[in-house]
């Protein structure tokens, strides 16, 4: 189905792919922003349901509001770590919505599809893997096209929902924000600053039965 140099560039993009909290205000043209999401529209999704919805978000006013959402939380978090790693976890950048050209908050319908979706029934909790996927789409496009990609995770729902005006059964399940950068981390930011480690891959493969 690919060439190899063609299976070489995927990998490539899977390795190199990171999670970016500082950018350039340069801006995106709509040609690759419309690339990047055909690619999360293109993802997987459990009964070809489609959950994801799309809010693009680059008004200064509006970043600037996601942003205290994200570092209300990002100050509530670091009180339950011992003082030594709460120092440590509110020294990281976590976010960089402000700097970002651009931040998408992609959400997730639960609904949509209806009642009783292929494959969904037995396990709810599908519809945000499918969302999930079409992240992780994002994520291998932006690399690809030389763009940043942070994934900010501290927020409470219902603050993002509040200030985008989401409705109430609609999940904002990330804040992406995108753009240049020139500071590219050759791995994740988290290893680099001795936060946590990349498992044994070895450490995690069972055969046959778990703990095998």
Same mark, same amino acid.
């Given at each position: ?92 950048? &976590?976010?960089? #919505?402000? %700097?970002? !050209?651009?931040? =998408? ?7 949509? /599809? ?45 603050? &993002?929902?509040? #200030?985008? %005006?989401? !409705?109430?059964? =609609? ?7 995108? /753009? ?33």
């Amino acid at each position: 189905m690919f060439c190899n140099e063609e299976k070489e560039a995927i990998y490539n993009v899977i390795y190199k792919r990171r999670d970016v909290r500082s950018f350039l205000p340069d801006p995106i043209s709509p040609e690759i922003i419309d690339r990047v999401l055909q690619a999360a529209h293109h993802a997987p999704s459990v009964g070809f349901m489609q959950p994801w919805n799309f809010i693009l978000v680059s008004s200064t006013e509006m970043k600037e509001r996601l942003a205290w959402a994200a570092e209300k939380e990002r100050k509530a978090l670091a009180i339950h770590f011992e003082e030594d790693r709460a120092a440590h976890f509110l020294s990281l950048k &976590v976010e960089g #919505i402000k %700097q970002a !050209p651009l931040t =998408i908050c992609v959400t997730c319908d639960p609904t949509r /599809g209806g009642s009783h979706v292929l494959g969904r029934n037995s396990i709810p909790e599908t519809d945000i893997l499918s969302v999930a996927c079409a992240i992780q789409n994002m994520w291998l496009a932006t690399c690809a096209e030389g763009l940043a990609m942070g994934w900010v995770s501290f927020y409470k729902k219902n603050d &993002v929902r509040d #200030i985008l %005006q989401i !409705p109430p059964h =609609i999940d904002p399940v990330a804040l992406i924000s995108i /753009g240049y950068t020139n500071e590219f981390p050759s791995s994740p930011i988290l290893e680099q600053v001795n936060w946590e480690k990349r498992r044994s891959l070895q450490n995690l493969i069972f055969y046959e039965t778990w703990g095998n």
